[in-house]
């Protein structure tokens, strides 16, 4: 049986130059090819169809002609706020990060249990699109909304924004006091 040399699969991925001796039979299923004929378990063609990797086309980091006026679906995106939130004995704290955004453009409000915040992160420049060779930060409105799990007292809540995190601190309500009632007789 004469044999010739194939690039293995990871030296494919990898783009080196690992090479694997291969029959120059090759059984061809329905699957992917295999190396060998034999027969798979159901469990192993499962796994076999996992590892086939499909060639996809690239998609288009820029619209092919210019945005028309109005079809820019940035300025209807609202981006969501990632927040910590976590309770101590008397409070419930709600953290974020939220750097470059002033106390005035931020909004918080309660109603019942439920705390949104609002805001916005505005550019201070306007750069053109082809002067970007990154551009991952968000610029624009943002909101979170949480439901608190416990109950809050919504008329002493605090808000601080230091060095770009946002931090509320949300009073628990006071628990229900027993007292004992002593009931007299007439």
């Not at 109005?70 to 709600?94: F, H, P, R």
């Amino acid at each position: 049986m004469a044999k010739k040399e194939k690039t293995s699969f990871f030296g494919k991925i990898m783009g080196g130059n690992v090479t694997e001796e291969m029959p120059e039979k090759v059984a061809v299923s329905h699957i992917q090819e295999t190396e060998y004929e034999e027969e798979l378990t159901p469990e192993e063609e499962v796994e076999e169809q996992d590892m086939v990797v499909e060639a996809v086309e690239p998609v288009p980091t820029k619209p092919e002609q210019p945005a028309q006026q109005g079809d820019d679906w940035m300025a209807d995106y609202e981006g969501q706020l990632n927040i910590d939130m976590y309770q101590t004995k008397d409070n419930v704290i709600i953290k974020s990060t939220i750097a470059g955004v002033r106390p005035e453009d931020i909004d918080i409000t309660v109603a019942n249990d439920m705390v949104t915040v609002k805001g916005a992160r505005r550019k201070e420049e306007n750069v053109a699109e082809d002067d970007y060779f990154y551009q991952e930060c968000y610029w624009g409105g943002f909101s979170r909304s949480v439901i608190v799990p416990v109950d809050i007292d919504s008329e002493h809540i605090e808000a601080d924004l230091k060095d770009g995190i946002l931090t509320i601190i949300i009073p628990k309500a006071a628990k229900a006091k027993t007292k004992k009632v002593k009931v007299k007789g007439l």
